[in-house]
């Protein structure tokens, strides 16, 4: 039996105490509590390192502590002063390690020694890098280019990461799935087709000349939380802000800046001056009621002879199709739109009442948008409200997908990406001379299926979580083992490392806030964040552990160990000397990355130049479209007994780095197996708060997706709606369950039913499964 989580709400605002609480916390479990404190006092500075978790904008003139309780978690989780060396592996099979959480895999801390495992014995056993480079090496030139998979998680480094899809290409693979293909490759699908841009047009700045703030689907309390710093100035200036989210979540209720000691004593600030709990999904059926009703105040106001509610001029000059877009937006019947969003008719209304009196508007909207079934149309769908208004490419207007992980979109600026249209392939043919593959690579989704299918021989990870943090767990675990070669670049242990292929290896690098100490002196590394401005980073602290590697390293000694010898390449230059991959950037980059070395130390990042920011669209019609949805409107399931469940995130947590079992600000301590549902449901579904049940998708492929002892947990959330945490519950999404033109996966919305969980009973001399009716 798990151990059951306590249940206790939180009532206190973001930040404040608890925040300072928490940071506390974390220092001293990771037993770097003066270091760690030193090194905060440089995140996010200037001539600093950039945070290893989220994307948000740095400022140009930073906070005296310019980090967050998640950021301080991140900081601390790498700079603990834990090792994972050759004994502990020596003491611990991988099947052991197997039955341990994901907490417990990286709480023994940071890995030392490169490891490669021995199927005789079921453990990791050192082995020299050479070796492992050459070994490694030798492996790859068995195997098909184009069965390997080159995998990037969201934190390697544009030089990593500019160095890594080219040892890729040169080896003959386009396979460079990523994180972004799991969150928002989503924007990058539906953003050129109506703007030409596949990154938001907001800068930091712009938070300062706004007057109305929307928030769709976003979770800023724990995924972005320097975010609050602008939100509550504009707050404070009397901005109103409107949020869209089927959770009540306490960030974009009330925050505490801990930096204060007036408002540590006041109480805060209150962010949202309306908070609309759609149902999961339900917000491109709200924005068309918000849109509607300003349509309809428009042809009021042209039968009357007011002023236009619209931007006319706008609308001629830069868009398309608006015509058939209002058209649409008059046939809705709000009974309809009520159903689908969750909400009722005055609440889109009022939203569209503060939309129409306002000059500049600012859009954010995150993962409660993009990983839908018809995600990329609600994307389309928020670009449609503000291009109705003339918000984008203004000062204090635009479009703000806040990404997450702190530079998983600057890795596809610099070619990690399986879409050979957004790589300058005739560019690095150019520079380096080599043909680069021309067929399109797999995505995440794509690679989760070649591997089940066993058509995938190899798998490189460079940084990640790539087995937790995919889809059908219950699948991808078992096909796993039939990998040809497993290579995971990493800073700590966790799921995908213990779960081995036939040749597998593990091989340490430094983290980012180490000191990369290189044959020219130590190094600098740069990353892009969430509003395309570019920024360096200098490690901190000396690294936990001599021998480990940087990325840059790694990528070269396996890029050497496989590849023919180029003369154009000279890896070992490259890694003596950064600054010369970043020449090598701005040559196939000019326009992204002139006067790359120079500038990317400026305070507040330099921005790369975007032609929406400028009303210059680069789509195949040069305007900006509106489109119609097609099958975003949807209503929720007729079944009264289906449920759409929703992942999510803890306070404890970043993507697939558990922290603590905690999760602060929806009061749950002690566990993570718990399912928020709402008090009506229980009671309709015969349960209380406490129960255990087990969750099942509702599919019809012969698939069994289920996870049991499940702990019920009363919340405020919307009825047929349900709650529990990410990775934990990814095994309950079928692959094939993903945004249309995206492929992200859905979840975001699983329809699912629940049973009472059955508690099973041990007979004497036998062994019985868990089984639930």
Not at 252 to 278: C, D, K, W
Request: some cysteine.
């Amino acid at each position: 039996m798990r151990q059951k989580a306590k249940v206790e709400a939180y009532n206190a605002p973001a930040g404040g105490w608890g925040s300072l609480n928490a940071v506390a916390r974390i220092l001293t479990q990771e037993e770097v509590a003066i270091l760690g404190s030193e090194i905060l006092l440089r995140q996010n500075k200037p001539d600093g390192f950039m945070c290893v978790s989220c994307s948000w904008a740095k400022p140009a003139k930073p906070h005296p502590f310019e980090f967050c309780e998640n950021g301080a978690k991140a900081t601390a989780w790498e700079v603990t002063s834990r090792t994972v060396t050759p004994e502990f592996f020596g003491q611990h099979t991988l099947a052991e390690l197997r039955g341990w959480s994901d907490h417990q895999l990286e709480e023994q801390g940071r890995l030392t020694t490169p490891m490669r495992y021995d199927p005789s014995t079921d453990r990791y056993v050192p082995v020299r890098w050479e070796q492992a480079f050459d070994e490694i090496g030798e492996e790859l030139k068995k195997l098909d280019p184009r069965s390997v998979i080159f995998y990037t998680s969201g934190r390697a480094s544009l030089e990593a990461s500019y160095m890594y899809q080219l040892f890729g290409r040169m080896y003959g693979s386009n396979n460079f799935p990523d994180s972004s293909n799991m969150c928002h490759e989503t924007t990058s699908v539906a953003l050129p087709e109506v703007i030409g841009a596949p990154v938001g047009t907001v800068l930091l700045e712009d938070f300062e000349l706004t007057d109305c703030i929307f928030f769709f689907g976003h979770n800023t309390t724990t995924n972005a939380p320097r975010m609050l710093h602008p939100l509550q100035d504009a707050a404070e200036r009397g901005v109103p802000i409107i949020t869209f989210n089927p959770l009540r979540e306490r960030g974009l209720e009330r925050f505490v800046n801990p930096q204060n000691p007036v408002q540590m004593i006041a109480g805060g600030t209150r962010i949202s001056t309306q908070y609309h709990q759609v149902r999961p999904g339900g917000d491109a059926a709200a924005i068309v009621g918000i849109c509607k009703a300003v349509i309809e105040e428009d042809d009021a106001a042209i039968k009357t002879g007011l002023a236009r509610i619209i931007d006319v001029e706008f609308i001629e000059t830069h868009t398309s199709d608006f015509e058939e877009f209002a058209a649409f937006c008059r046939e809705q019947r709000w009974e309809d739109l009520e159903r689908a969003s969750g909400l009722g008719r005055q609440a889109m209304i009022d939203s569209a009442a503060v939309y129409t009196k306002s000059r500049a508007v600012i859009a954010n909207y995150g993962m409660g948008v993009t990983q839908h079934r018809h995600g990329v149309e609600t994307t389309k769908m928020i670009v449609n409200l503000l291009l109705l208004r003339g918000n984008i490419g203004k000062p204090g207007a635009g479009i703000a997908p806040i990404r997450g992980h702190s530079n998983v979109q600057g890795q596809r600026t610099v070619g990690i990406t399986e879409k050979t249209k957004l790589v300058p392939l005739d560019k690095l043919a150019e520079l380096y001379g080599f043909e680069p593959p021309r067929w399109d690579g797999l995505t995440t989704v794509d690679a989760c299926q070649g591997i089940i299918k066993g058509e995938v021989e190899g798998f490189v990870s460079l940084g990640g979580n790539f087995l937790r943090a995919v889809p059908e767990r219950s699948l991808m675990e078992p096909a796993w083992s039939g990998l040809r070669l497993s290579v995971q670049i990493a800073t700590k242990l966790n799921r995908s490392h213990i779960v081995p292929g036939e040749v597998t290896y593990l091989l340490p690098c430094l983290g980012r806030i180490e000191i990369d100490e290189q044959v020219n002196g130590a190094q600098a590394v740069s990353m892009e964040d969430s509003t395309a401005c570019i920024h360096g980073s200098r490690g901190q602290r000396k690294p936990v552990a001599e021998g480990l590697l940087s990325e840059p390293a790694i990528v070269a000694g396996l890029a050497k160990a496989t590849l023919a010898r180029n003369q154009k390449v000279d890896w070992d230059a490259w890694v003596a000397d950064y600054s010369l991959v970043r020449d090598a950037i701005e040559l196939t980059y000019p326009e992204q990355f002139r006067d790359f070395n120079r500038r990317m130390f400026e305070p507040g990042g330099f921005p790369r130049p975007l032609a929406a920011r400028e009303r210059q669209w680069k789509t195949p019609n040069g305007k900006a479209n509106f489109t119609v949805p097609k099958s975003a409107l949807r209503p929720p399931p007729e079944d009264d007994n289906v449920f759409e469940l929703m992942t999510l995130r803890a306070d404890g947590q970043f993507n697939t780095t558990i922290y603590t079992e905690d999760d602060r600000f929806r009061g749950i301590q002690g566990s993570r197996y718990v399912i928020f549902m709402n008090p009506d449901d229980l009671a309709g579904q015969g349960l209380k708060p406490g129960d255990l049940i087990t969750v099942s998708t509702v599919a019809n492929d012969g698939v069994d997706r289920s996870v049991g002892e499940l702990q019920v947990v009363a919340y405020d959330i919307p009825r047929k709606a349900m709650a529990g945490y990410y990775p934990e519950l990814n095994e309950l999404i079928p692959l094939w369950h993903f945004a249309e033109g995206s492929k992200v996966p859905a979840a975001k919305s699983i329809p699912v039913r629940i049973s009472r969980y059955e508690v099973p009973e041990i007979v004497e001399g036998s062994e019985v499964s868990i089984a639930a009716t």
